[in-house]
């Protein structure tokens, strides 16, 4: 989503490149483009103009350490002003009560129902018991799709098909939560295509009727500026404790990203890109401010990979290889829990300098398959001993697999060449400190 304004910054930085000091003259330029960047980027005028007049005023104060470039200088003073800008620090949930009550709001289409299930999930893994509320009256078939949310994230469910009085599911929701010792109550509500007095009146009566630790407010990022005017607009009538941004992993510029937390004075609470449901981040505005400028997020990289890696298998694989017998049923593991991890071209863009050069990159979740395929369908002799795959035995493989001969041989070779430089570090492992 940010890649065409990420694009855009290093081209401004690119200005003050090459010169030694930062002066009036120079500065001005460089943040000039800064704020053509952030209104392409469909960040609110009022918000860029701001952001921009406080870099402005920083930099010109700002004494450039000898070790320091220009250009470094400024990009700390515009990455501290976008993390202001996203919200300043991480804004975690409050939970209190017995069931705490999270109520979720927002326009049809915004990506509610799909959000109340990922959060769901998100508060199991954490070791909560949630239950999910029906609150569309209106929408069968939202409804169902929470209900089967619900059974994918084993949360608890519930639902009157018969009654059509949101209020009244939801007070008889909180009874029936106390009943079966459910700790959070997620009550996902109706939305509209667009803002009406009916709507505002029945989530006003519900939040009343509730008094939720937590009302949410979900927006879909792809809205641009319409997203920031729709949350103004609930806020005037919910007073919601925070937002949450739907559909990041979309094309559109990301200026409701950046712009709402300022229009609102409500922190947002969670990012959410794709269907799945680990597709759901807490928000850090560190982070996302240092994937703006291209300078990665290696801490979310990291808690992706604890989050899915298995300690105890890594360990074995870590002694395999330390004894040089890492085989083809280790790679295989190894790749179903990167896979675990979720979108590649995200991942990928979460290492430092790797995003804006791969932006134009179509990454193929899929790529994966391939190997996976070639891999299983070797015995598992042959898996831990590649050495005895002979002509006849390739041909089996690949037949099996629905691949070529040539795609088995690619591996091969690129598998042989892993382990030599495994075995290879694991000689050096004396003489250089930490490369293992």
Do not use: C, W
């Not at 200005?15 to 003259?25: A, E, F, P, V």
């Not at 009560?97 to 927002?106: D, E, K, R, T, Y």
């Not at 593991?333 to 290492?351: A, F, H, R, T, V």
């Amino acid at each position: 989503m940010f890649d065409s304004l990420q694009v855009r910054l290093e081209k401004a930085f690119k200005t003050l490149k090459g010169n030694n000091r930062i002066t009036d003259q120079n500065v001005a330029e460089t943040v000039r483009e800064i704020r053509r960047a952030l209104i392409a980027a469909d960040v609110n005028f009022k918000v860029a103009k701001q952001v921009t007049d406080q870099i402005l005023e920083k930099a010109k104060g700002a004494e450039v350490i000898r070790s320091v470039s220009p250009g470094q200088m400024l990009t700390k003073i515009v990455n501290d002003e976008l993390v202001e800008l996203l919200g300043g620090q991480n804004e975690p949930l409050h939970l209190k009560g017995s069931p705490a009550i999270i109520l979720i709001a927002g326009l049809q289409g915004s990506g509610k129902t799909t959000f109340t299930g990922k959060l769901a999930r998100h508060l199991k893994s954490q070791g909560k018991t949630p239950m999910v509320v029906a609150g569309d009256v209106y929408r069968p078939a939202a409804r169902e799709q929470l209900r089967v949310l619900s059974e994918q994230v084993e949360a608890g469910y519930y639902s009157e098909d018969e009654n059509q009085n949101p209020v009244e599911i939801a007070k008889n929701a909180v009874k029936e939560a106390k009943f079966k010792n459910f700790d959070v109550l997620i009550v996902d509500t109706a939305g509209r295509i667009a803002i009406d007095k009916a709507m505002m009146d029945e989530i006003a009566s519900l939040k009343k009727a509730l008094d939720p630790t937590e009302t949410l407010f979900v927006v879909d990022s792809m809205t641009g500026q319409d997203a920031v005017n729709t949350a103004k607009a609930f806020n005037d009538v919910l007073n919601f404790t925070g937002v949450v941004l739907t559909k990041l992993d979309g094309d559109s510029r990301g200026g409701a990203a950046l712009s709402i937390k300022s229009v609102v004075n409500k922190p947002i609470k969670f990012a959410s890109s794709g269907e799945k449901m680990d597709a759901l981040d807490v928000f850090h505005p560190d982070r996302l401010a240092s994937r703006i400028l291209g300078m990665g997020d290696v801490v979310s990289l990291v808690e992706k990979a604890q989050s899915v890696i298995d300690e105890e298998e890594a360990e074995k694989v870590a002694k395999k290889i330390a004894k040089n017998k890492f085989d083809f049923e280790d790679f295989l593991s190894q790749l179903q829990q990167i896979k675990k991890m979720g979108n590649m071209k995200d991942l990928l863009g979460m290492i430092p300098g790797v995003g804006s050069k791969i932006k134009d990159m179509d990454v193929d979740d899929d790529a994966f398959k391939g190997i996976e395929s070639l891999i299983q369908s070797m015995t598992p002799q042959e898996r831990a001993k590649p050495e005895l795959l002979n002509a006849s035995r390739k041909q089996r493989i690949a037949n099996g697999s629905g691949r070529s001969v040539q795609e088995l041989n690619k591996l091969l070779t690129q598998f042989n060449q892993m382990r030599q430089m495994m075995k290879m570090m694991n000689k050096k492992r004396g003489r250089i400190p930490g490369l293992m």
